[in-house]
């Protein structure tokens, strides 16, 4: 588990993989409820299968709540963030990490082509690097104390 290991390989390990879709003319207050219910902190933005947007929690606060609008009259389309960035199963973790960290952002679509195949979060980042440290970790410690094979 390394930073050159591909957004694929993530997904595969991913313990909740269910891709979010909202519709762009569905409420604010339904997107909210629908993260609530899952625990996550966006939604993908879909009409049909195509992406247009990614609603979070962020634009919630910055472009709703701040500018005085109500979740129940405010429809998803007139806060998402669009274009939104996206990435395929073959860019890296080290890819995803810097475009995260560029944009300010916490979640990653990922695309197959076209095809919306999942969804990463910074959470997602995180864990898969502590994962790899600690197996380099135990490896070293085998090495250190003779058990290393090899």
């Not at 939604?43 to 910055?62: F, H, N, T, W």
């Not at 944009?103 to 969804?119: A, T």
Request: net charge negative; hydrophobic share 40%; glycine share 8%.
């Amino acid at each position: 588990m390394k930073i050159t290991d591909t957004v694929d390989q993530v997904l595969k390990q991913k313990t909740f993989n269910k891709i979010l879709p909202i519709d762009p003319e569905q409420t604010v207050h339904q997107a909210l409820s629908l993260m609530a219910e899952h625990d996550v902190g966006a939604l993908m933005v879909m009409s049909g299968s195509k992406l247009l947007g990614i609603l979070s929690e962020r634009d919630y606060a910055r472009k709703g709540i701040l500018l005085g609008h109500h979740s129940k009259d405010t429809t998803v389309r007139e806060i998402m963030t669009s274009p939104v960035i996206s990435v395929t199963p073959r860019q890296t973790v080290d890819d995803c990490m810097n475009l995260m960290t560029q944009g300010h952002f916490r979640h990653l679509p990922v695309l197959d082509g076209d095809k919306l195949i999942g969804v990463i979060s910074i959470g997602d980042m995180v864990k898969w690097v502590i994962s790899g440290q600690e197996h380099a970790i135990q490896a070293l410690e085998g090495y250190i104390t003779g058990a290393y094979p090899g």
